[in-house]
């Protein structure tokens, strides 16, 4: 695996036949997939009351709540998956590595409809979270599940075992070892991982509607309130509490970001 | 030679173009998803008469608020069918259905039902009236009225179960209000809500007869309660002024009202608009029920009660934790 490391060609390298090309195209293709929808959306955005009204802040401010405490957990729970499928060897290895994915697979409504089975009422295992936060916290976890695990586990692939060797013949615990030279190279990939999953998490709706009850001030989630507000026909004011989910998500996009430049800072 | 072999391909595509193009017309058919194995069969019955001979349909079903904005935004239909009649009356704002639609026998209505309490086995709470719901501890599950256009249901037919009980219409209000703090979940639409209740939420579901008798015919262990004083649900049809198949369209509206057509809609848990087709099924009849007219007529409840801002259910919501 270490030789395998030293033989990657580096990117930077590499120059792109026809740059302005690429570029070209990549500007028409995000435009068309991603920018033109949002710039239409904000368009469509009228009536702000229905954002600033106090059921809908009380929706976001529970939404991004949710998203940020999914997001560390998985931040944790990720990293520990990755390091045990990457670095352990056990029965049922490749298995449990298809597993991680699922979530991916399931439609979010019957994700939903399992973990209400599981986790409700009638809880054959006596946990019973149904239609509280913490019922949230478990759909939004169960589907934000594989993007850290993902987004780490070619990183610590690709990590030399060389200079853990080295860190621990010069005398460093473990865990040290870990935090002075594990850590610094798989935080990037953690934080895209942590991003992808809160961008994941504060839009969800699939998971969420059917386990949390979808009680204003108490359960409601900001896509059901944006869900509530589009049947009722105010697809204005549905744009506008849209545009400010939108808004708040890429001003945590952003920061993850630039947090993820400033651990790399080294590396330019 | 290229000639043909391009009249070949044609033919062996589009077989169906090269024998029946003459007689064959496709109806389209955009309905709310309950009705969804009523008109699986009604479809194939109406193929068999006459006027439908040669008929085939297309079909979409989804929740009706969405299929009427669907609609709205271009979807092609011949027929819409909807849930409640505010969902056409928002195409006939865009004059995709004609103002007149409702002109007729039936008041543009093709099948009816009633709001029901569904409820644990053996009703263990024993609640058979509105004012029972505000019994303490009673716990209700009702889908959310602002994303379930068919929860409003649910919601007049409380409000007119109190004005039936002697209360005026600020008082009533107030019930509204009381029976509120007992509801601890809002799904997003009926099925779900049938879903939560199954899971083991609540003690009483509020839903309609139709629902509760198809989850009872498809073997869930479901119990219902008609409240004296419920509402009647009238769910609306129409033909869109778009149609291009306008005859066979309004000949297949006309069957939906035939005798045996109702016949299957009372099968599949409807109550019927037409009288003598329901030998053998228990529709009991309540003596105090009403329409939504009795409650104001939809234009005014809309406004009054379910507009997202200003509206009675929304200051409700509000208040139930602001």
Redesign the interface.
């Known amino acids: 695996m270490a030789a395998s490391a030293e033989a990657l060609p580096t990117p930077r390298a590499r120059r792109s036949a026809a740059p302005g090309l690429a570029i070209g195209l990549s500007t028409l293709y995000l435009s068309l997939i991603v920018l033109l929808p949002l710039a239409a959306l904000a368009w469509h955005a009228h009536g702000w ?2 954002i600033t ?3 809908a802040v ?1 929706a976001l401010k529970l939404t991004v709540v949710a998203s940020l405490v999914v997001a560390l957990i998985n931040a944790v729970a990720g990293t520990a998956i990755a390091w045990t499928l990457v670095r352990d060897r056990f029965f049922g290895q490749s298995f449990v590595n298809a597993l991680v994915d699922l979530p991916f697979a399931l439609p979010t409504i019957v994700a939903g ?1 399992t973990l ?2 599981l986790y ?3 809880s054959p295992a006596g946990i019973d979270v ?2 509280t936060r913490w019922a949230i916290l478990l759909a939004l976890l169960f589907v934000t599940l594989p993007f850290v695990v993902r987004t780490v586990q070619p990183v610590l692939l690709e990590l030399d075992t060389e200079m853990e060797d080295a860190a621990a013949s010069l005398g460093a615990s473990r865990f040290a070892t870990f935090r002075r030279v594990i850590l610094p190279n798989i935080l990037p990939a953690i934080l895209s991982g942590v991003a992808l999953a809160f961008a994941r998490a504060i839009g969800e709706f699939g998971a969420v ?2 386990i949390s ?6 359960t409601e989630v900001v896509s ?1 309130y944006v ?3 589009i ?4 697809s204005g ?1 549905a744009a506008a509490a849209s545009v400010v989910i939108l808004a708040l998500s890429f001003g945590v996009l952003l920061a993850i970001g630039g947090v993820r430049r400033w651990t790399t800072r080294h590396d330019r | 030679m290229r000639r043909i072999s391009f009249t070949l391909i044609l033919a062996l595509a589009f077989p169906a173009l090269a024998a029946g193009a003459a007689r064959d017309t496709k109806l389209s058919l955009v309905a709310y998803s309950t009705p969804r194995e009523a008109y699986g069969q009604l479809i194939p019955a109406f193929q068999k008469t006459a006027a439908g001979n040669g008929v085939s349909f297309s079909q979409s079903y989804g ?1 009706s ?2 299929q009427s904005r669907a609609v709205a935004s271009g979807l092609d239909a011949d027929l819409v069918a909807f849930s409640l009649a505010p969902d056409i009356t ?1 195409l006939v704002q865009k004059k995709l259905v004609a103002k007149n639609w409702a002109n007729d026998k039936w008041h543009g209505m093709v099948t009816r039902s009633v709001v029901v309490f569904v409820v644990r086995d053996g009703n263990p709470k024993k609640l058979k009236t509105w004012n029972d719901l505000l019994k303490p501890g009673v716990q209700i599950v009702t889908p ?1 009225p ?4 068919g929860a409003r249901w649910n919601v007049m037919a409380a409000y007119g179960g109190a004005l039936r009980a002697g209360k005026t219409p600020k008082q009533a209000e107030t019930y509204l209000a009381q029976m509120w703090k007992h ?6 639409s009926a099925r ?1 809500g049938l ?2 209740f199954l ?3 609540g003690d009483v579901f509020l839903a309609y007869e139709n629902e509760a008798l198809f989850a009872q015919q498809k073997g869930q262990p479901v119990q219902f309660v008609i409240p004296k004083a419920t509402i009647l649900i009238e769910n609306p049809i129409a033909v869109t002024s778009t149609s291009k198949n306008k005859p066979q369209a309004q000949a297949f509206l006309k069957y939906l009202r035939t005798k045996p057509a109702q016949r299957i809609f009372a099968q599949n848990g409807y109550r019927p608009v037409v009288k003598g087709v329901t030998q053998g099924l228990n529709f009991p009849n309540r003596p105090q029920l009403f329409t939504i007219k009795y409650v104001g007529g939809w234009a005014k409840v809309e406004k009054k009660f ?4 200003t509206g009675v259910m929304a200051r409700i ?2 208040s ?3």
């Open positions: 009351d229905a009204s106090p059921q009380s409809l209400l089975a409700g009422p009638k149904a239609f509607v059917l009850g979808n009680l204003p001030f108490k059901v869900f509530g507000r049947e009722s026909g105010d004011g | 929740a608020g969405e928002s959310n602002f994303t379930s256009g509801v601890v979940a809002q799904p997003a779900e879903q939560t899971a083991g939420r379910f507009d997202p801002r919501q509000a139930s934790g602001g």
